[in-house]
C-alpha cells in the first residue's frame, strides 16, 4: 500500500494543493481512483499486447450501465480490505468515498447493464473480448418527482470528475455524413478482471467538431456562428436516447448509431492493417464483433462500405467477410421494438451506406426467387419494404450467428415472431440465457452473505465458479445457518430502511416483507398489475382491519421514458397509492408503499439484497430474459411471477415449491388472444372492478392530464394501436391476487421462508454471466483465454 500512500499524497499535492489529512471527500476519492489507474497501467498494456496476436472479440453496444467503479476496481483487485484498513484517513470511510462517485449511467435498464456485466466476466476469465460505445455528456436522466408525477433532470455523471477514463486523441477518426463531417475522439476504461492480471478496455466515442470555434465570426460578433459547428457536432453525444418524437429527434438518433459504429469499425480496420496489412480474407480470423440488438447493426453495411471504397474489395468478398464477422444478439419479443429505419433519414445523412443496403436487399431478393419463395413472403422479408429499412431482418442475413437471451426467448423467437427466418437459417439459430456478474451483485452489493457462502463452502473461489453454489444445498436444513442467513437479511433491510428515510422522506419498517419490483417502466412489465393488487389489498384491509395480515412493504423503482405518456401515468397512479395507503392511519401499520426516486446502479446494490420477495410479472412471453430476477434470486430471494424469460429457468435451478408461480403461459394467451374480452372480466369480477374503476371514479387525481382515463381505456377499450388489455392484466388478476396469498401463508413460517430463499442462492449458480460469456466465446467468437 506504500505506493498507493505515495501516489495518492502526490496527486492531492499537485492538483489541490492538500494533504490526506486536509483533502475533501471528492478529492480524496478522485486521487484513490487516479492512484488506481496509474497502478494498473503496467498490466492494462501487458494485456493489449499479449492479445493482439489472438482473435479478440468486440461487443458494439449504444448502452454499458457501468454503475460506479471504485469499489468494484477494490474488489476485483482484491485490495478492498486494505484500502480500507490502511489507507484512508480516519477521517473518512471507504462506503463514503463510494458514495462521491457519480453512476456511469450511459444505459436505459437491462441492456446497458448485460453489456456491463459481460465485460466484467470476459476480463475475470481472461478473454480477449472488448466493448465499443458511445462516451455520452449526460446519462438517460435523473428522476425526481413533483405531485407524483415523473420530472426529469440532467444526469451529469462526470460532475466530479472521471478518473476512470484516458482520453486518446492521437487515435481520433473522422465520421463523415452528407452533411458533416464530425472527430470521434475515444475515451478508454480499464475493465479490471477479478483475481487475474487481464484488463479489458472499454472504447467509448465522443463527438467533436473538426473545427471548435471559428475566430472570424467571433472577432465579427457572431458569436452564436461561431460556435455553431462544435455545439452541433456535440449534439451527437449529448444524451442518451434523445427524445425522437419529431423527425429531428430521428436523425439525431440515426446520427448517435451512424456515428459509433462507423468510429468502432474504423478503428478495428486501422489496427488489422497496422499488423497484417491489407490481407482482409483473415479479418474474421482475428474479428468476433457481437451486434447487442439491433443499434449496431448498421455495422454491417459500413464494415463493407470501407473494404469496398477504400480498401478496393469487391462486393461478394466485402459481404462474406462482413458475414462471418458478425453476429447478432435479439433482446425483444415486443414488435414494435424490432428497430425500423426511413430511407429518407439515411438518404439525407449516409447515402453511401443506403447504396449497399440496397445492394444487400437486392442480393437477398434474388436468392429467395432461386429457393421459388412467393413474391409476397419475399416482400414481407426483405431489409426494404415500404419505405423503411429493417434492421433486424439486417441483421440476420448479415451474420453468422443469431441468439435469444432466455430459452424461452428463442423459442418464440423460431416459432412465432421471427419463424421465417428460422427456417431459412436454422444453423444460425442459438440460446445465450443471460447472466449477471456475482463480483458486483453479490461480493460487493452484499459482503455479510458473500462472507457466509464462503464459511458454508469453505473457499472464496464460488466468485470465479458460481456453480459452486450448489453446495449451499447442504445447508438447506441447518437451523443456524438459515437463522444466520436472516440476520444478514434484517441487516440488509436495515440499512435500505435508513437510506429510503435519508433519501425518499419515508419510513419503512424492516420487520415487514419488502416485496420490491424494480425495472424499466413498461407496460409489459405490468407494474400496473402490481398496483391493482395493492388497491385491492389496502380495500380488503378497510373491510376487515382486525384481520390477520403479513405487514408489507411495497418498493418499486423505475424510469419511465420522458415521452412514454402511460407510462408516466402508471408511475403517478402508483404515487397515488402510496398517498392514500401511507396517510391511512388503519392502514399504514400493515401496507407501505414507496416509490424511490432515480432508480440506478447504486440504488439497485442496496435494494436486491433487501429484498423478501422478487416480483417478475411480465406477460409470458414478453419478457426477453431480465436479469435483475437473477440478482433477486443471488441475494436469496424467491420469486412471484409468471412464466416469462428466464423466470422458466429460475424455477428449474431452484425449484417451483420455492417460487411462487401464477399467470397464464404463452401458450394459454397464443390461443385465447383473438377472443379475449377484457370487460366480460372485469364486469363479472366486483374486486377487479373496483381497483380499475378507481382510475375514474374520482379516488384519485391526475391533475387534469387525462392519464388515468387514458389507461382505463387501454384496459377495456384499446387504442389505434392495440387490442383492450393486450398484457392481459385483468386476465391475470385473480391468479397474481391467489399467488399473494400463497406468499402470506409461507412467509408466517420464518425457517422454511428462510429455506425457500436459501435454495434460491444455492440453485443461482446458472445465472452467472461468467457462464453465458463463454458460451458465447465457444459457440459464436471462437475465442480463446489469454493469461496475462
Not at 449504444?62 to 477521517?91: C, Q, Y
Not at 477518426?173 to 475515451?187: G, N, S
Not at 453511401?352 to 432461386?370: C, G, H, N, T, W
Amino acid at each position: 500500500m506504500e505506493n498507493y500512500k505515495e501516489s495518492i499524497a502526490l496527486y492531492l499535492k499537485m492538483n489541490y494543493g492538500k494533504t490526506p489529512e486536509t483533502a475533501s471527500e471528492a478529492e480524496l476519492w478522485y486521487a484513490l481512483s487516479s492512484a488506481i489507474m496509474t497502478d494498473i497501467q503496467d498490466r492494462w498494456q501487458a494485456t493489449r499486447n499479449v492479445q493482439s496476436a489472438q482473435k479478440q472479440a468486440f461487443y458494439l453496444s449504444a448502452e454499458f450501465l457501468m454503475g460506479r467503479a471504485l469499489g468494484n476496481n477494490l474488489i476485483n483487485l482484491g485490495i478492498e480490505k486494505e484500502v480500507s484498513e490502511s489507507l484512508l484517513h480516519e477521517r473518512y470511510s471507504l462506503n463514503k468515498l463510494e458514495e462521491i462517485e457519480e453512476d456511469a449511467g450511459l444505459g436505459n435498464g437491462g441492456l446497458g447493464r448485460l453489456a456491463a456485466c459481460f465485460l466484467d466476466s470476459g476480463a475475470t476469465l481472461d478473454m480477449p473480448f472488448h466493448g465499443y460505445g458511445i462516451r455520452y455528456d449526460y446519462g438517460l436522466f435523473k428522476q425526481y418527482f413533483e405531485d407524483g408525477f415523473q420530472k426529469e433532470m440532467a444526469d451529469d455523471w462526470q460532475k466530479n470528475g472521471d478518473p476512470w477514463s484516458i482520453r486518446r486523441a492521437d487515435e481520433a477518426v473522422k465520421v463523415q455524413f452528407e452533411d458533416e463531417t464530425i472527430l470521434a475522439v475515444p475515451y478508454d476504461t480499464p475493465v479490471i478482471g477479478y483475481d487475474t492480471k487481464t484488463v479489458n478496455t472499454l472504447r467509448l466515442w465522443r463527438s467533436e467538431a473538426l473545427e471548435p470555434f471559428d475566430f472570424q465570426l467571433f472577432n465579427d460578433q457572431k458569436y452564436d456562428e461561431a460556435v455553431a459547428k462544435k455545439n452541433r457536432a456535440e449534439d451527437i453525444c449529448k444524451v442518451l436516447y434523445p427524445n425522437d418524437s419529431t423527425d429531428e429527434g430521428k436523425k439525431l438518433r440515426l446520427k448517435q448509431q451512424y456515428f459509433f459504429v462507423s468510429a468502432s469499425i474504423q478503428d478495428l480496420v486501422k489496427k488489422f492493417k497496422s499488423v497484417h496489412g491489407n490481407d482482409f480474407k483473415i479479418f474474421p480470423a482475428y474479428h468476433a464483433v457481437q451486434l447487442n440488438d439491433t443499434h449496431p447493426v448498421v455495422a454491417i453495411p459500413e464494415l463493407m462500405r470501407i473494404l469496398i471504397d477504400q480498401e478496393g474489395l469487391e462486393f461478394d468478398d466485402a459481404w462474406a467477410i462482413a458475414k462471418e464477422t458478425f453476429a447478432y444478439t435479439n433482446h425483444t419479443i415486443l414488435a414494435e421494438a424490432l428497430e425500423k429505419w426511413q430511407v429518407a433519414f439515411y438518404e439525407a445523412l449516409i447515402p453511401r451506406v443506403l447504396e449497399i443496403i440496397r445492394q444487400i436487399d437486392a442480393q437477398f431478393e434474388k436468392e429467395l426467387k432461386a429457393l421459388a419463395y412467393a413474391p409476397e413472403k419475399i416482400e414481407k422479408m426483405r431489409m426494404i419494404s415500404g419505405g423503411m429499412i429493417h434492421m433486424a431482418y439486417m441483421a440476420i442475413y448479415g451474420t453468422h450467428a443469431v441468439n435469444g437471451v432466455a430459452a424461452l426467448h428463442t423459442e418464440i423467437l423460431k416459432d412465432q415472431e421471427l419463424h421465417d427466418w428460422y427456417v431459412l437459417y436454422p444453423e444460425r439459430f442459438q440460446n445465450k440465457t443471460n447472466g449477471i456478474t456475482q463480483r458486483r451483485w453479490i461480493r460487493l452489493a452484499n459482503p455479510e452473505l458473500s462472507d457466509l457462502i464462503t464459511e458454508c463452502l469453505g473457499t472464496d473461489t464460488w466468485i470465479k465458479d458460481l456453480d459452486q453454489l450448489k453446495g449451499l444445498r447442504t445447508f438447506a436444513d441447518d437451523e443456524q445457518v438459515l437463522r444466520r442467513f436472516m440476520e444478514i437479511k434484517r441487516l440488509k433491510k436495515q440499512q435500505l430502511a435508513a437510506y429510503i428515510k435519508e433519501t425518499e422522506g419515508v419510513e419503512i419498517d424492516p420487520n415487514s416483507l419488502f416485496d420490491i419490483q424494480i425495472k424499466r417502466l413498461h407496460e409489459y412489465k405490468r407494474q400496473l398489475l402490481n398496483a391493482f393488487q395493492i388497491l385491492n389489498r389496502y380495500y380488503e384491509i378497510k373491510e376487515n382491519p382486525s384481520a390477520d395480515i403479513q405487514p408489507r412493504t411495497y418498493i418499486f423503482g423505475a424510469k419511465a421514458a420522458p415521452g412514454y405518456f402511460r407510462a408516466k401515468a402508471i408511475i403517478k397512479f402508483i404515487n397515488e397509492i402510496a398517498k392514500l395507503v401511507n396517510n391511512d392511519p388503519e392502514v399504514s401499520q400493515k401496507l407501505k408503499v414507496v416509490f424511490v426516486s432515480n432508480y440506478r446502479v447504486s440504488y439497485a446494490e442496496k435494494l436486491f439484497p433487501a429484498a423478501d420477495l422478487s416480483e417478475q410479472i411480465s406477460t409470458a412471453g414478453k419478457e426477453a430474459s431480465g436479469t435483475g430476477n437473477m440478482k433477486f434470486m443471488l441475494n436469496g430471494t424467491p420469486t412471484i411471477g409468471t412464466l416469462d424469460g428466464a423466470n422458466v429457468e429460475i424455477v428449474e435451478e431452484a425449484g417451483a415449491e420455492n417460487n411462487f408461480i401464477f399467470g397464464a403461459k404463452v401458450e394459454e394467451l397464443e390461443a385465447i388472444k383473438d377472443t379475449y374480452h377484457p370487460r366480460e372480466v372485469y364486469k363479472a369480477n366486483p374486486k377487479l372492478k373496483r381497483v380499475v374503476d378507481a382510475l375514474i371514479d374520482g379516488t384519485f387525481d391526475d391533475g387534469g392530464t387525462g392519464m388515468f382515463e387514458e389507461l382505463f381505456d387501454a384496459l377495456l377499450v384499446g387504442a389505434s394501436w392495440h387490442a383492450a388489455d393486450n398484457y392481459f392484466l385483468l386476465y391475470d388478476f385473480d391468479s397474481y391476487v391467489e399467488a399473494q396469498k400463497r406468499v402470506d401463508a409461507a412467509y408466517k413460517n420464518d425457517l422454511e421462508w428462510a429455506k425457500k430463499a436459501w435454495l434460491n442462492i444455492a440453485g443461482s449458480g446458472k445465472f452467472s454471466s461468467d457462464r453465458t460469456i463463454e458460451e458465447y466465446a465457444k459457440d459464436i467468437w471462437q475465442i480463446e483465454p489469454v493469461e496475462v
